[in-house]
């Protein structure tokens, strides 16, 4: 028998999300093999893990090559409150965003983008600080990914 934790996961579920977190088009073949269930058992954990939001989708890993071709930043965020909603919408429809996240302290939200230049990075932060209701930015590029999950 499996342990379980408070949020029903148990070893099982765990081994199996890690195996999809590194390729997550394994077929389910070799999920139940590699973790020495049936695939009716492995199909069963998928669709409770899916219905359960512990899944709440399948996606895509750049690959090595262009990867390392993308410059990325995070870009602190000073926001004034009365327009949050606004600057929320106006950043999700920035295609080179591919993260934004609510932060306490100083400044309000912390944007991931990435860019193919430096050149098109200094456009891309400049675009954000002129949405209406950013006082100010503060940007760092990330220089290396030491551990991705």
């Known amino acids: 028998m499996t342990k379980s934790d408070d949020r029903g996961l148990d ?25 020495g269930l049936s695939r009716a058992n492995v199909y069963a954990r998928l669709s409770r893990l899916e219905e359960d939001g512990v899944i709440g989708g399948y996606t895509v890993r750049l690959g090595d090559p262009y990867d390392r071709r993308l410059i990325r930043a995070q870009v602190m965020i000073k926001a004034q409150l009365k327009h949050a909603k606004t600057i929320e919408e106006a950043l999700a429809a920035i295609s ?6 609510a932060i306490s302290g100083e400044y309000d939200l912390i944007a991931v983008v990435e860019a193919e230049t430096v050149g098109e990075l ?15 930015t503060t940007s760092s590029i990330l220089l290396a990914t030491k551990v991705l999950r």
């Open 11 to 35: 070893d099982l579920d765990r081994r199996l999300l890690a195996m999809l977190r590194e390729d997550s088009r394994q077929p389910v073949t070799k999920l139940a093999g590699d973790l």
């Open 96 to 101: 080179e965003l591919s993260a934004l996240h």
């Open 122 to 136: 200094n456009t891309l932060i400049d675009r954000i600080g002129e949405i209406e209701g950013i006082e100010r």
